[in-house]
């Protein structure tokens, strides 16, 4: 009796083997860039802050798309003698369906400035 043939069997399993490990490796790069995508909202939201604080809102929402992941909304808002920023991106891109970087930052406007 011949013993079965699984001739290409190797081959098969490297291929399957080689589109797990560049899956892997692609979600990896995916999540370094959201991580920096994270970062560069949370520059850029302090930023912002810190620029509407001395009274030059839109200097400081200049500053913060020029900082954020390309494509974030910049929100800011002033109450009284605080500002309040809000900087919302999707990450790498929106290659990440689904996920959202955000960061929030907030300051008290310096005395004698209206913001």
Same mark, same amino acid.
């Given at each position: 009796?011949?013993? @079965? /043939? ?10 399957? =083997? ?9 979600? +990896?790069?995916? +999540?370094?860039?959201a ?7 949370v520059?850029a ?8 604080? /001395?009274?030059?809102?839109?200097? +400081? ?8 992941? /390309?494509?974030? =909304? ?5 109450? +009284?003698?605080?500002?309040? !920023?809000?900087?919302?991106?999707? @990450? ?8 959202? !970087? ?11 400035v209206?913001?």
């Amino acid at each position: 009796m011949r013993p @079965p /043939r699984d001739r290409g069997a190797v081959t098969v399993e490297a291929a399957i =083997a080689v589109g797990v490990l560049v899956l892997v490796i692609a979600m +990896g790069i995916a +999540g370094v860039g959201a991580v920096a995508d994270q970062i560069r909202c949370v520059d850029a939201a302090r930023e912002a802050a810190r620029l509407a604080a /001395r009274g030059e809102p839109e200097r +400081g929402r200049a500053a913060a798309v020029a900082i954020a992941p /390309r494509g974030a =909304a910049v929100d800011i808002q002033v109450a +009284g003698d605080t500002v309040s !920023v809000a900087v919302r991106a999707e @990450p790498v891109g929106g290659l990440l369906p689904g996920i959202e !970087v955000s960061a929030d930052a907030y300051a008290v406007a310096e005395p004698g400035v209206a913001p």
